[in-house]
């Protein structure tokens, strides 16, 4: 029998601060404990499935953005698709996010949990990253955003290494922050609200 994946949602009028914003809306130390009381109290845990048609409740994604800095600039780290992806539509789509959903393995801090988990599953490298709250990330304009809410966070590399760990299906490197621009269209929606809150990389 296959496991139905089960992963954390929290219903919409709990979600400290509400909704009712598009795109990052900043934040700090109480307003990340506000969240986090909120997931105590109100948060449960719903099959995947049926949680990507409820859009009364958000599943809360932890979303890591990488940075850097050289003397040339700000650097931030880009993952691409490769082709070897099973859906075309995919292939060669980037991110400046690092992250997903928070599952039951995550119970004693769900967020705190999940966030460290999906560092260690996702990016390879030999240092202990200090995850620096940004902000909460939403967009209600298509059914995929209106069933997530992106808790986000930066993380300085300092000029240590960081990698992808799924190299079949993912290509990752720091680049200067003005190389997002000829990628823009092949970014994802959450990537495009970051890197416009961020360093005002919209077009037009």
Known sequence: MTLVEQVL????????????????????PAELDDLKAAITAHGRWADR????????????????VVRDRTDDGELVF???RTEAGGDP?????????VGGHLNPVDH???LAAGLRREWDEELATDWTPDFTLVGFLNDDRNSVGSVHLGVVFSVDAAGR?????????????LVPVGALRPAWDRLETWSQLVADAL???APG
């Open 9 to 28: 949602v929290l219903p919409r009028d709990a979600v400290p601060g509400g909704t009712s914003f598009l795109g990052l809306r900043r934040a700090g």
């Open 89 to 97: 539509r995919l292939h060669l789509r980037a991110s400046i996010g």
């Open 49 to 64: 499935p049926a949680a990507e048609d409820d859009p009364s409740s958000k599943q809360i994604i932890p979303y890591v």
């Open 108 to 110: 004693a801090d769900p």
């Open 161 to 173: 290494p960081v990698a992808v760990r799924e190299h079949e299906m993912l290509s990752g490197r």
């Open 78 to 80: 880009l993952t691409e």
């Open 199 to 201: 360093w005002g990389l």
